[in-house]
């Protein structure tokens, strides 16, 4: 029995499945096969947050320490966390300061302010969507349009100090970093191009503008995308010609780097949903053998970035977003009494296990 209270019904939700962190997996895989070694590895393999690593060497304490920290909602060690993850999905296509402190910025990271500077903002952080400080209450101070010696757009002169810093705390963390800067480097100035893993893909990086960043990118978002690629191929293949398939009668509407997004028949969809997570970390695992690869699936009626996996007894149920009165979570609870919305008027019961 499917009680789909709410004001939608979908027969065929969207199932969406993406790679936890899989540049870093992807990288970190490069960096085992090439120096034979990989703290990043380690790490991953430990289930360890990669985030919080780099945040308890901002604040130089162990990384237990910022797990307790984290957990206790602690302001301080949040906010380190929240700029350690620029600082490591971007550093490992060799970018400079300058360009870290641009990229943060983008996503709205700014280190000056997360790191308790920057100048104070006439709203007092009274404005929750300020446009100088976001309502962070203070927002990035003096800029400079020098790095070494050369034109940059400005920049917050403190952000940059600080990027100077968490890049050369990141080398630290990450030491095999050292030995595949190195590597590219070197690569670049001897053969000008790089073999791929996996399919063996010749990478010419002669006509690049920038010969070091491609080639640092390449060696993991390469093999990302074979790795994402091969899933592709297979989940396609099995949903179109396997009857037998969970996957049979589903379709994949969205493939974005290394993200699926597939809609299906409910009925099936908890069994597809899994089949199709499983296949992913199957194709993954083949080219990166010795780090974890993770996908899970989560389910909706409408493409929501934030939904997330939900289970009842170990079957996927349709994730929906709170109400947007009462706040109530969508894909179970009903509304609070009193709220004005109404958006889910019952209780809905969960999708049982159909196939087995
Ligand atoms: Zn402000
Ligand atoms: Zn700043
Ligand atoms: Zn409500």
Redesign the pocket.
Known sequence: MIDYSGPTICERPYVSVDYAGIELVTLSQSNVDLFHYSRMAEAINAGQDLHSRIAARMLSTTYEDILARRKAKEKRAVDARQSAKPVNYGLGGGMGPPKLVFTAAKDGI????LAD??VPCVCAGQVKDCFRCNGAGRY??EKTTQWKGRDIVPT?V??LELAVKYKKLWLEEWEEMNDYFALISKLCDTDGFILSFGNGMKRDLTNDKNPFCSGSNHLFQNRAAQGAKRALYRITKEADTDRGSPLWDSHIAVFVHDENISEMPLARMPEAADRMALIMREEMQALCPDVRVDAEPAAMEFWYKGAETVRVDGVLQVWRPPCPGCRADGWQKACQSGCTQNYYPKLRVAIPKLLS
């Open positions: 700014r280190f000056c302010v500077g920057g990035c101070g917050c403190e952000c």
